[in-house]
C-alpha cells in the first residue's frame, strides 16, 4: 500500500569499505548538491556481506538454518574473517552510525548478500509508492565486490534508477592524478612508479569539508524500508553486534595456546572513524611520526608504527587525512602540535626545498601509503592472478595439475610447491602431504621451534596483529623454508589480521614467496635467527609471546630452544617439549666465533665444504635444505671479503627496498646504502624510502674472506667465518655460487640471507 507523501527521489548510498563520514566524497556530494538536485530522503545501508563474514551469529533463535554457506577460503578453507577483524569491524560500523545520528542521519544495517537487500528495499519502497532517483557505491577491487557492483547496476537499470559507481578516494594519490594512460602502463617496479609521482607532499587533493548538522538530505522514513528478512535479526546495542560477529569464528584453531601473562597487544584499538583521527593526532603528538624511520623495524609496543593500517583497509579514515595532520605539524598551522619537535620545520627553511626540509619520519610515511595505492593498482592490472599459486608469473600449477601449460609433468614450474593435500601434492612429493599438513599446523599454532616466528604467529593469534618486520619474516620462512603453498599463509593472514587488505596482502605475500612482480624475488630469504639477533636484541618479543622459552639464559637457545643443553632444556621443563624433539626448520647459526654444539642431528661442519649438502628430503626436520640452496647453488652466491650484497628485504603487506649496500673490498664493512623502492606485508600501509645512511647494523661482517666476485660464470665464494662488529654473533658462509652477485648469501644446503635493507610496513 502507497504510503502518503512517499518521497520521490530517494538516494540509496551503499557502504562497504569507507566506512567514515569525514572526508567522503559520496556523503560530501549528497551534503552539497544544489537544490534542483537533492534527493528529498537519503538511505545509508552497510550490509554485513555473508560472503565476508560468518552471518550465523545474526540468526534469530538457536537451530535456525542459515541460507547462507559460512564464508571459507579456497585453499585452505580457512574463516574468511576471523575474530579480531570482526570485532574491529563491528566498532567500526556502530562507530559512522553514531556519526551519521550526530549530524542528523542514520544508517541502516542489514545482513545477507548486497544484491538481494537492494532488490528486497527497492521491493519495498516501490510498493510504499516511493521513488529511488540513484544508488550510489564506491568501487572496491576484488572479483566478488566486481560482481556486487555489476549486479546493483543491473537492478537499477530495471527500475530506472541512476547507478553511480564512485572512485575510492581513501587512498594517497586520486585515481585521476597518476599519470597513468591505462592500468596497462603501471611500472611492474614499484621505484620506476614512485619516481612517477614525486615528490609526494604535493599529490594528494584537499581533505573535504567536514559535514555538519543537517546538510545530508533527510533520513527515509524507517516505515518505508523492508525490515531485516527472517531469520536474521539486527542486534541493538554494540556489545550484541560484537557477539553476532565473533561467536561464530572465534574458536577458529582447537590448540590454541593461551594468552601470555605479561603480554601486551600492539594493537589495542578499537574499530572506528572516531578512534581513527585520535590515533592519527596522538602518533604525531607524541613524536613518534617524526622517528618512523628509526622505529618501523621493531617489535613491542604502540608507537614503533602508526598503527593506522586497519583503519584505512576499512575506510575510517584516508591517507590524505594522514598527509593533511603531517602537513600541518611541518608547516606550523596547527598549534596543537607546536609543543612537538620540528613543529613548523618547513617554515623555518623557506630557502630550501621542501623536499630536503620535509621531516625524514613523516617522509616514510608518505612512501608507505603510495605502496598501498601501488599494491591496489597491481591488484587492478593483474586482478585474480593475485591469487594463483603461480601469482602473476605465466605458469600456473594448477595447469600442470589439469594437463595443460608448457608441462604436463609440472617439470617447468618455477617452483615446487608443497602441498598438505594428498590430491594436490605433486608426485612423489616429499614430505608427504601428511608431512606437510602436520608442519602447517605447527606454523599456525606457533611451535614451530623457530623463536621469531612462533613469537609472530601467536602475537597474530592472540591480538590480530604482528609488526612489518615480523610478518616478512613468517612468509619467508614458509615459502622459502618450509616451501609449503604460499597461499595457505596468506589466507591465514586473511582470516587472523585486523587491518587485512585484499589488495596488500595477496601482493605482499606473492612478492616474498618470490612470485609477484619482483624477477630477483625467489632468492630473497630471510635467516629467522640472524633476523631475530637484529631485531629483537635481547629476546624481549620472543620471550614475550613463548613463554616456554623465556627462563632459557643464552639468546640462541631462545630462537631455537633445541640448541640449548640437556641440563638447561630439563631446567626450564621443555626437554619434551615438539619444539625440542621436532622442530619443524633447523638452522645452522654460530655465535661469537665458536661453532654452536649441534646435539640433535644438524649437519656437521665437515659437510659444509664445496657444493651444497644434499640431504634426502626424508630427512626435511633436519637442518635448513630448502630448495634454492638444494639446487646446486643456484642462488648465485656471494660470500666474498667484498659482500657486494644487493640484498632486498621484502615485506608482507608494504613494500621493498632495494639497497645496494657496498663495502670496501675485503672488509665487508657497510657503506652508505640507498633505498630503491621496488616494490607488503598489515596489511596493512607499506612503502619504499629513500637514501639512508646504513641502517641494518649488526648486520654479518667478513672475517678473513677471501675471492673476488666475477661478473658472470661460475665463482667459487671466499672462505671466511662471519661475525657481527661487535662479535655478537655469525654465521659460516662457504659454498659455490652461480652468476653474478646473490641478494643474500647460501651455505652448502644452509642458506643464511643477510637481509641488509628493508622497506615499508603494513601493519604500519
Known sequence: MAAPNAPQNVLIHIIRRDLRLSDNPLFHAAAIAPDEERFDAHLPLYVFDAQHVDVSGFLQFEGASNPHKPPRSQVAGYHRCGPHRAKFLAEAVWDLSESLNEVGSGLFIRVGRIPDVVETLLSELAKKGAKVGAVWMTGHEGSEEKADEKAVASLCDSIGAK???????????????????SIDK??????????????LREKPRPVLPSIEQGQLPPLVDAALVAPQPAPFRIPDTLERLVESLVAPVKNFLPNKPGFPEGAESAHPYKGGETVALQRLFDFIASGAANTYNNTRNDLLGTEFSTKLSAFLAQGCITARQIHKAMDSFERGTDPSFKDVEGFGVLSDKKDM???????????????????????????????????????????????????SGSGSDGSTQRKRWKSPVKERALAQQSPTAEEVAEMLERFNEGTTGMGLIDASQRELLHTGYTSNRARQNVASFLSKHLYIDWRYGAEWYEMLLVDYDVSSNWANWQ????????PRGEIRIFNPIKQAFDYDPEGKYVRAWVPEVSGLKKLENVFQPWTASKEDLEEVGLSDHVMVTKPVKRIEFYVGSKPRTNKRGGIRRGTRRGNPFKPPLS?????????????????????NGNVNGNTQNTRVDSPVVNGTTRGPPGTGHHGRGSFNGVGRFNNNASFSPVANQGNDSGHLVPVNGSGSRPRGGSQRAGRGSYRNRGGQYGALQRGRGRGGGHNGNYTNGNHVTSAVKQLPDEGN
Open 353 to 403: 626545498s621542501e623536499d630536503k626540509t620535509e621531516n625524514a619520519g613523516m617522509q616514510f610515511i608518505r612512501t608507505e601509503l603510495l605502496w598501498r595505492d601501488y599494491m591496489r593498482l597491481c591488484h587492478q592490472k593483474f586482478g585474480n592472478k593475485f591469487f594463483r599459486l603461480s601469482g602473476t608469473q605465466s605458469y600456473d600449477r594448477d595447469d600442470a595439475a589439469s594437463g
Open 163 to 181: 547507478w553511480k559507481l564512485w572512485v575510492d578516494e581513501k587512498y594517497f594519490i586520486h585515481d585521476h592524478d597518476t599519470g597513468l594512460e
Open 511 to 518: 612478492y616474498v614467496s618470490g612470485v609477484g612482480n619482483d
Open 186 to 199: 603501471l611500472p611492474d617496479i614499484f621505484t620506476s612508479y614512485r619516481k612517477m609521482q614525486e615528490p
Open 619 to 639: 630427512q626435511y626436520y633436519g637442518n635448513d635444505n630448502s630448495q634454492p640452496a638444494r639446487e646446486n647453488g643456484k642462488a648465485n652466491g656471494n660470500a
